[in-house]
């Protein structure tokens, strides 16, 4: 179960560019790819998270190599917790550029 509090925020703090017409599509063939969190190893609630958000560079929007798959299971929260959190401050205005690194750890803590 995604987290509500989460998304309303989400929804309140997400940046108002434009999406690319064609970002339905390549996020919905990236997670076809790529369907589990690369920090929990989970499947459920997956959201493509772009490294780089792509209204600080608009060119890195659709790239795949700007891409990481993270989970929004309540509980879990790896979206949030890995790619909007630095030195312990989470926000969604946060973007961790150590996001691969971090998630990388993570997922071979729980080994």
């Known amino acids: 179960m995604k987290n509500p509090i989460t998304t309303i925020t989400k929804l309140l703090t997400s940046p ?13 063939h990236w997670l076809s790819t790529h369907p589990t969190c690369e920090a929990c190893g989970g499947s459920k609630n997956i959201e ?3 490294k780089m958000p792509f ?9 795949p190599t ?15 917790k890995v790619g909007h959190t630095v030195d312990g401050t989470s926000s969604w205005k946060i973007f ?3 996001v691969v690194n971090d998630a990388d750890k993570l997922l071979a803590a729980k080994g």
């Open 16 to 28: 108002k560019g434009k999406r690319s017409n064609h970002w339905p599509t390549v996020r919905k």
């Open 48 to 50: 493509v998270h772009h």
């Open 55 to 63: 209204h600080l560079d608009p060119s890195k929007e659709l790239d």
């Open 66 to 80: 700007n891409f990481i798959t993270l989970c929004e299971v309540m509980g879990s929260e790896c979206h949030l």
């Open 96 to 98: 961790n550029p150590n």
